[in-house]
């Protein structure tokens, strides 16, 4: 199981837009479309990786909670399905609907949407304010498949609590650790 870090963005960095497939309702979404009031959880995860299904039960958990409070939240698989086909878009759907996500699980292609936030790993969580600038970047909690620790979302619940009391997320924040993107040959 490899074990890829997050790269970090800077803090302060403008989301990138995007307009991506909803796997689940085959309707293209956009940044715009899914931006919360008080906040906008943007998160690359996919099928396969032992770190997403992991964390599966607590981002469902998340999503339900915080959209009811004003943060959106949107998940994007950018893997490459003709290596990994377990990723491919109508068993992203089947994913969806099985881990019971509220929030759009939305296919990226070409690629491009994972390139324009520098995502590195799945799971790679984003947060960014009302704005649309990076407020938190890194993992859920230190919960890891295999290490024991319970699964909790600490790290990226206590980010969006600071936001929803109108407070910036503090700035020692730690790397997400999964599997790498698994990128297309081109």
Not at 132 to 161: C, E, F, H, K, V
Request: aromatic fraction near 10%.
């Amino acid at each position: 199981m490899a074990r890829t870090p997050s790269k970090m963005l800077p803090l302060g960095t403008k989301a990138p837009f995007f307009n991506l497939i909803d796997t689940v309702t085959d309707v293209p979404r956009s940044l715009e479309d899914l931006k919360g009031s008080k906040g906008t959880v943007v998160m690359f995860i996919c099928n396969h990786c032992p770190f997403v299904i992991h964390v599966n039960p607590e981002i469902s958990k998340l999503g339900k909670e915080y959209q009811a409070k004003g943060i959106g939240f949107v998940a994007i698989s950018s893997n490459d399905v003709i290596n990994y086909p377990q990723d491919a878009p109508h068993l992203m759907k089947l994913k969806a609907e099985e881990e019971g996500y509220s929030f759009p699980y939305l296919y990226d292609k070409t690629q491009e949407v994972a390139r324009a936030y520098d995502a590195a790993c799945t799971p790679d969580f984003y947060l960014f304010d009302t704005n649309l600038s990076l407020a938190y970047r890194g993992q859920l909690d230190d919960s890891r498949p295999g290490n024991g620790i319970p699964l909790t979302g600490t790290d990226l619940r206590n980010a969006m609590d600071a936001l929803l009391k109108g407070a910036k997320p503090v700035a020692d924040q730690k790397p997400s650790i999964g599997c790498n993107i698994k990128w297309a040959d081109n």
